[in-house]
């Protein structure tokens, strides 16, 4: 029969602990990364972010970050946000006018969501953001890699696109890069064939 000192019990029950700890911090994680997923996929797979306009980007998307005008022009109106603390590294959306500069109306160019789990897991992040964004959709999405960046597009209509990017990007807030899980809604620019 061992026995112990008081010495081992207590350096075995710390490590206990901090094991412990440690797994409860793994699932508080876990749970973040889990819950940053469900929250950005409700603000862009649906059809009406594509009927997002400068009156309307704010509070579409206060329940992630809160947007600010950034570049009026008559060319171009850009919004940008970031909240760190949820894992919303930035959010940049971009209007462009409508048929003229002089017109008054503006129609969505693209929304970028750069995305930065709390737990670093990038690719749990992915997995995760595009099975919600599928399951909301109700379609599966088409993989592609563009440049060293993996790729899932979701085309939702003629000309309308929702993908996720995973790869390195560059903030428009302060212009470093940085490995990011990159929310992509795109109306795509073109004529119709044929």
């Not at 602990?17 to 649906?46: D, F, G, P, T, Y």
């Not at 972010?49 to 022009?73: A, C, G, W, Y």
């Not at 590294?89 to 209007?95: G, H, K, L, R, Y």
Request: charged share 25%.
């Amino acid at each position: 029969m061992v026995i112990l000192s008081k010495e081992h019990i207590f350096i075995a029950l710390l490590g206990m602990i901090v094991a412990l700890a440690s797994a409860c911090r793994h699932e508080q994680s876990n749970l973040a990364v889990q819950e940053l997923a469900q929250r950005v996929a409700i603000v862009v797979a649906n059809r009406h972010v594509f009927q997002i306009n400068p009156n309307t980007v704010v509070d579409h998307f206060r329940e992630i970050v809160e947007l600010e005008p950034m570049k009026d022009s008559p060319y171009l109106l850009l919004f940008i946000g970031e909240n760190s603390e949820i894992g919303v590294n930035w959010v940049q959306a971009e209007f462009q006018p409508r048929e003229s500069v002089s017109s008054e109306n503006w129609d969505l160019l693209q929304i970028r969501i750069a995305l930065k789990p709390q737990n670093e897991d990038y690719a749990g992040l992915y997995d995760i953001l595009a099975a919600e964004i599928t399951d909301l959709l109700g379609q599966e999405a088409t993989v592609t890699r563009m440049n060293a960046d993996k790729r899932k597009a979701w085309n939702v209509a003629p000309y309308w696109e929702i993908a996720i990017r995973d790869g390195k990007f560059e903030s428009p807030i302060n212009g470093r890069i940085n490995h990011l899980i990159l929310v992509e809604v795109a109306v795509l620019q073109g004529e119709e064939d044929g």
